[in-house]
């Protein structure tokens, strides 16, 4: 990953941190925890607050990956719907993973309160319908889960989607009001001045092997860069280029976007967006299955801009950059354990709740509590097919045809 991807708002309007050393090989741990997102960020907090000798190794700058590149959308749940999860798994295992995965809104919520996390965080998040279609389904998806799980939202009309949106091309919605966003680099940078409070050894520009350091237990939290430390959990995730945009601060925020909910749409390669706290526009559109980047990721993403806000066509954007989203084959997180080596990983683009969720799971995992970890460690996972060379083609192959859906 280059620089130039990282050209972000989140680098550019960061708290103060303090630069961690580089790890020298000494040592010795009870827990080391490979990768400073907030996976590992919260399980080396979770971990030191049970009272273990705790290590963090980061290979770039704390946040440096998805954890402080992505679109800060706090989007309650996973990729599949409840309805979907108990059709599969049936209602106990269901009702298992909706008390954890809905359950990671007040957990993340409430380690920002703890821990006094400055990070913008507003509440309100939007599932925009792209097609009439997608609308139905979202209403019956949202009927389910309020029936069968408790979880209310608010069904969101086609004439009344002004209330929360004043742009083009959507056909009702669903608004969730315990969803909702945040800046989140300063989220990570947060937990990781939380996790030094509570005894954590942090280190930066620190790539390091789990048999490079002296631990008992190694927690692996790299999600689309597994692959450099372990091959075969690397086969379970191919990476996705995701490219975003913070434009100028717009004096009509208000109108584009009255509610200040973080809006995502219905489209397999969808569109997501927000305001920031000094009212830029954060859009995030369009995906791509190689990770050369776009010349222009400024003009890549204004495209899809004008389809939502054509007003917005010749409004300055002042940061553009991209990242990695590690996807699994079946788009749900894959956690997991071999020997003394535990990990998570595979979001698919779900993760800015669930992540912490997982880092505090592999901590209770560590201490020898399994039974909220084995929710997600006993979902049914394959690795993509073709092996190093042709997994990433045989997928993008998939993915193509998913995004073309998109378009008939």
Known sequence: ????????????????????????????YDVAVI???????????ACAEKGLKVTLLEAKTIGYGASGRNGGQLIPGLRWSMRELDEEFGRERA???????YGAVDLVKSRIARHDIQCDLKSGHLEAAYKPAHFDAMQRDAEYLEKQFGWESEIVQPKDMG????????????????GGHFHPLN???GLATAARTAGVTLFENSFVRPEDVNARNVILATDSWIHDLDDRLGRYTIPIMNYNIATAPLPDAAELLPSDAAVADSRFVLNYFRLSADKRLIFGGG???????????????????????????????DYAWGGAVGVTMNRLPHMGREGNVFFA????????LVTTLAGELLAEAVTG?????DVFANLPHRPFPGGKWLARPIATLGLLYYALRDRL
């Open 35 to 45: 990768g400073g997102g907030y996976t590992g960020l919260s399980a080396a907090l």
């Open 1 to 28: 990953m280059t620089d130039a991807l990282n050209n972000s708002y989140y680098r550019a309007t960061a708290n103060a941190w303090e630069a961690q050393p580089a790890f020298i090989g000494e040592g010795d």
């Open 369 to 373: 509590t399994m039974e909220r970890f």
């Open 345 to 352: 990983h595979g979001f698919s683009g779900h993760g800015a």
């Open 95 to 101: 009702q298992a993973i909706f008390d954890l995965a």
């Open 163 to 178: 209330q929360h949106i004043n742009g083009d091309g959507y056909h009702g919605g669903i608004y969730d009001s315990r």
């Open 287 to 317: 995906e791509k299955y190689v990770q050369t980047p776009p010349s222009d990721i400024a003009g890549f993403v204004r495209k899809h801009i004008v389809e939502v806000f054509p007003s917005l066509a010749n409004t300055p954007i």
């Open 187 to 189: 989220y990570a940078l």
